[in-house]
Nanobody, 121 residues
């Protein structure tokens, strides 16, 4: 059974950094893109960043470009999200997800339980 377990969320101040991790188990996601979504209260879930299997293709939401960096370690089946210069508007539940195929656009088939990121001003 596939499991995605996120960690690293928390409460920080504006300008601080956080690093999220997502450990995948149950299978190896060869050729699958992986990404981080987020959902803020009252808003729809949105794709924030994504990366393909080789790490050669990435997607970044405009509002996080230059501040967030996605990476993956396929030997550890783990996805990371380095978030720098955090802003209050980054506050959301962040979800790790695995695409059904190689496209960063999805569709995304597997989801973690989410980790809360709260940025105070």
């Amino acid at each position: 059974q596939v499991q995605l377990v996120e960690s690293g969320g928390g409460l920080v101040q504006a300008g601080d950094s956080l690093r999220l991790s997502c450990a995948a188990s149950g299978r190896t996601f060869s050729n699958n893109a992986m990404g981080w979504f987020r959902q803020a209260p009252g808003k729809e879930r949105e794709l924030v960043v994504a990366v393909n299997w080789l790490g050669t293709s990435t997607y970044y939401l405009d509002s996080v470009k230059g501040r967030f960096t996605i990476s993956r370690d396929n030997t550890k089946n783990t996805l990371y999200l380095q978030m720098n210069s955090l802003k209050p508007e980054d506050t959301a539940v962040y979800y790790c997800a695995v695409s059904r195929g190689s496209s960063n656009s999805g569709p995304y088939a597997y989801w973690g339980q989410g980790t809360q990121v709260t940025v105070s001003s």
